[in-house]
């Protein structure tokens, strides 16, 4: 561990009374804009249930009372997510509230307990071990894909069926183990339920404060006595358009960036897909716009002009560009996924093809990146899919 972590451990030990009681902390695993993860053994969990899971038939395997207590102490991990004391206990309680309603679901990884220490909230959930995503994006074979996605659909399929949108899938929120085959989905962090508009009202609250600032400003006065001539109508009463714009750049789906008041579940299958896309370009991130509209603009460079202002109308709003190396059909994902695996015509002239099962995978991804939500695949339509109907058979 590098002395900057263990400090920073040894920080939270100290503040967070009482903790090391419980846990040994064991090293820093995740940092994000609204926790820092640690990995920790848990001191006083028993085992119990894994005394029993040598083979009873075995006499010669029975364990003795020495390894059994050696068995039942057999280290137990736990990822230890302080949640910084910066985020409002509204999102905090939200948080801890939809893990604990999705403590059931397949795939979904549980909260164990969570504790607070003065301003301080901690989650505690099991560790669960997996790979880092930029090591194995970049050769992940079609049929590793179909379990990456079956496990992650099955996920989403369940927090979707309790009108759960998750808000923020991407890669470093879905911990996913190739060896096993299985990944959990972590981070709830931005998740709300269908429907909710408490996000909005933090919104409002935020932009009311801002705009009292701005119309109290020294600048605000100076117009008001009329200093400067302004070229913008002095008292506009059109409220400009709010909606939740949470996530992660990249992943958002159109709808997010277009600023739709009413979001659903749908917008994490568009992410979803942004993780397909990646696997089968081999380019991560494969968005890495700075803003809404440069993302917007991403997404027309595939999809074309034409797709993104009938898209705009369906949310109200108008789309125009004057950059004109924007095409009006866009282009294929076929021919996107075929110039980014470098596969072009060869000697002969021939045009270079897909194999079937990325062909297959490329169907299902139209299905995803849909920019019409309502027209996009469901968690439940990915599972019956042909691309993932067969995985376990
Ligand atoms: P944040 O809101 O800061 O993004 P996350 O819940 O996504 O917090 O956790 C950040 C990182 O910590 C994850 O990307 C992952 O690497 C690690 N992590 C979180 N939960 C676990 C867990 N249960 N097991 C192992 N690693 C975890
Ligand atoms: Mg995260």
Sequence with gaps: VEDSVADDMARFEDSFVGINKRYRLINRIGEGTFSTVYKAEDLEYNDYQNRWDIDERDESKWASPKTLRKQSRRAHYVAIKKIYVTSSPIRIFNELELLHDLRDSPFVCPLITAFRHMDQVVAVLPYFQHRDFREYYRDMRIPEMRLYFHSLFTALRAVHQERILHRDIKPTNFLYNPEQARGVLVDFGLAEREGTDWHQCACTLATEE????????????????????????????????????????????????????????????????????????????????????????????????KKMKDTAILHGQVFETNIPSYSEGGHSLEKIILWCTGRTKDDKGNKPELQDDEKQAVQFLYGLLEVDPVKRMTADEAINHPFLAKVYE
């Design 210 to 305: 801002r705009r009292y600032r701005i119309a109290h400003s020294v600048y605000a006065q100076t117009q008001q006595s009329g200093h400067q001539p302004s070229a913008y109508p002095k008292n506009d009463t059109r409220s400009s358009r709010r909606a939740n714009r949470a996530g992660t750049r990249g992943f958002r789906a159109p709808e997010v960036l277009l600023k739709c008041t009413q979001q659903n579940t749908s917008i994490d299958m568009w992410s979803a897909g942004v993780i397909l896309l990646t696997l089968l370009t081999r380019r991560f991130p494969f968005f890495h716009s700075a803003d809404d509209i440069d993302a917007l603009l991403e997404i027309t460079t595939i999809f074309g002009r």
